[in-house]
Each structure stands twice: as structure tokens, then as C-alpha cells.
């Protein structure tokens, strides 16, 4: 082998060498950060949002709440510890602790009556069957007249009624007057991004007013937009919670809640504003209402805020099948 060849063969394993040195040091270096992470280094996950809480009912309103049945002397008995979400598969409701407790009665109009529970039963929900409330029976009377207009009853003392004023109990001129500014406050609400029933207008299906707060007048309603398809006709329902300055009957409703629900007219849930009620510590207003479907029930409370917005309080379990 020549003098030449020999020294390019070293050369050539020396940069050999070299290379592999250099790519060991490398993936030492880069492998580093995997086993000794900074302990105060950031998360690199995003953040997820958190869940939305479940909303509770005011223990102070009692433990049970009074929905009326077929009759005026008859009534479910709500658990309104129990939600969609937290309800067992198996639960045995006992309301047999209620007899001979004074209940109030409060309908549209405030307080109805007072009257004693004369017995309550129980029920059993279990697995997939049809789900109802144990039911009671009031100490009416013979005179039911005085209890009929009743919707909700609470244990006595609880809550303090507050009348509602329908819009089908006023003058034609104020009716129509009314029913024009509820369909504006509808029609302006600005998250109807439905195209099926644009350019559809409002009617109104109910509406009532009370005293919200000291000098405020609140008002709530439901309007309804109908597509009348031979097959299917459709519905759109929207709810509102509007308020205004009760010494300015020229002022603007400002809208503090509304909902929206569109559907099959047979199966959309509607919104029934059964009762207004005021509940203390700390005082406050609540509207007790009927999520009315085509095979389920709920009932909801949603409340006002100190700074007059509005919100969901409680939903009770779906009842029905």
C-alpha cells in the first residue's frame, strides 16, 4: 500500500469518528429535556372551560312544592332536591310527612287559600318505567270555588305571593298597546337565527305584568311564531322577562331574560308562568313555570337578581314517560 493511500484511509476514519461524536452528543442533549422537564414549566394544554353549574332550589321555600292536579283538592308533590342529572335509577319518594301540614295556595292572582294536607302518598321510580309524583289530597272543602284558580302551593309561611296582571284582564285599547310593544321587544332581540320563521310575525300567547321591585314594573310573556305546513306545522316559541321604570309608563321594556324554543307543533316544550312568588333571605322575586312537552313535564324557577337580570334557578325531574 502506498504512503499516500494510508494516510487518506486514517484521515477518513478519523472524520468517521468525528461525525459520530458529535451526533451521540447531539441526541444527549436533545433527549434531556424529556426526563428533566422545568418543574415550573406552563401546560401547553388549553384551558377547557368549566362545566355549568347545576342549578339548586332554595332550601328556604321548604322541601317539597305543591303542583295542582285534576282537581282543586288535588295536588302532586314535588322533590325539588332531585334533577334531571341527579336523580337515581331507583328512588322512593315518601310524602306521607306532609299530613297535616297548612299549605298556600297561590295562583295568578296571589294567595288563593290556606288549607291542611289530609293525606299524601308515596312512589317508586325505578329503571326505565314512566315516572310521576306521589300525590296528596288538600282539605278543600265543600266550597271548591274559593281554591279553584290555584296552581302552585308551598308550605305555609314560606314564600309571600305577588299578584300577576294578564293581559286578557285589560281595556281593548291597552291590550293592543301592550301586545305591540311585547311583539317589538321579540322582534328585536338579537340572536333569531332561525330562517324558517323570519319574516313571520308574533303573536302574543300569554302575558302578565307585576311589580318586579320598588318602582320597577316587570313583565313576562310568551309570543309564538307559526308556520302552518300541511304535514308538519312548526312553532317558535319565545320567552320574555322585560322591566321598565313603573313611574314612566312611556318607557322602553328592557328585555332581562328570554329563551328560545322552535319545533314540531305537536312536540315543541312550552314555557307557563304559573305563579310569582317572593322569597326572603334576601328578599327576591321568582317566577315558578310549566316546560310543558309532548310526553314530559318540569317545573323551573327562575329569579331576579339585584341588579335586575334574571336567571335560571331550579328544573325539576322530568316526569312522564
Not at 295536588?75 to 328512588?91: H, I, K, R, W
Not at 305591540?180 to 320563521?197: K, M, V, Y
Request: proline share 5%; glycine share 8%.
Amino acid at each position: 500500500m502506498s504512503e499516500l493511500r494510508r494516510v487518506m484511509i486514517i484521515r477518513v476514519g478519523r472524520l468517521v469518528l468525528l461525525a459520530a461524536s458529535v451526533t451521540s452528543c447531539k441526541r444527549t442533549r436533545d433527549a434531556a429535556p424529556a426526563h428533566a422537564a422545568a418543574p415550573n414549566a406552563p401546560e401547553s394544554v388549553a384551558a377547557q372551560p368549566m362545566p355549568e353549574a347545576v342549578p339548586q332550589w332554595d332550601s328556604s321555600v321548604g322541601p317539597v312544592m305543591l303542583a295542582r292536579g285534576p282537581s282543586a283538592a288535588n295536588a302532586s308533590v314535588v322533590f325539588p332536591v332531585y334533577t334531571d342529572s341527579t336523580v337515581p335509577d331507583t328512588l322512593q319518594l315518601d310524602a306521607s310527612t306532609l299530613r297535616g301540614d297548612s299549605v298556600s295556595l297561590i295562583g295568578h292572582g296571589g294567595v288563593v287559600d290556606a288549607v291542611p294536607v289530609v293525606s299524601a302518598g308515596s312512589k317508586e321510580w325505578a329503571g326505565d318505567e314512566c315516572v310521576e309524583w306521589p300525590t296528596a289530597t288538600l282539605g278543600i272543602g265543600g266550597d271548591t270555588s274559593r281554591a279553584a284558580g290555584w296552581t302552585v302551593g308551598f308550605v305555609q309561611e314560606r314564600v309571600t305571593a305577588v299578584a300577576l296582571d294578564s293581559l286578557q284582564g285589560m281595556s281593548g285599547s291597552d291590550s293592543a298597546s301592550f301586545a305591540a310593544d311585547l311583539t317589538r321587544i321579540a322582534s328585536a332581540l338579537p340572536d333569531d337565527t332561525s330562517r324558517t320563521f323570519r319574516g313571520i310575525p308574533f303573536s302574543v300567547r300569554y302575558a302578565y305584568r307585576f311589580q318586579a321591585a320598588a318602582g320597577v314594573e316587570g313583565v313576562a310573556a310568551d309570543l309564538v311564531r307559526r308556520l302552518n305546513q300541511e304535514a308538519s306545522p312548526l312553532e317558535q316559541h319565545t320567552f320574555i322577562i322585560a322591566e321598565r321604570a313603573a313611574n314612566t309608563p312611556d318607557a322602553a321594556y328592557r328585555v332581562a331574560y328570554h329563551e328560545r324554543a322552535g319545533g314540531l307543533e305537536e312536540s315543541i316544550e312550552t314555557t307557563d308562568v304559573l305563579a310569582a312568588v317572593r322569597l326572603s333571605a334576601p328578599s327576591r322575586l321568582a317566577l315558578v313555570v310549566l316546560r310543558d312537552g309532548q310526553d314530559t313535564s318540569a317545573y323551573a324557577m327562575i329569579e331576579r337578581q339585584t341588579d335586575g337580570t334574571w336567571r335560571l334557578r331550579w328544573t325539576s325531574v322530568h316526569t312522564g314517560c
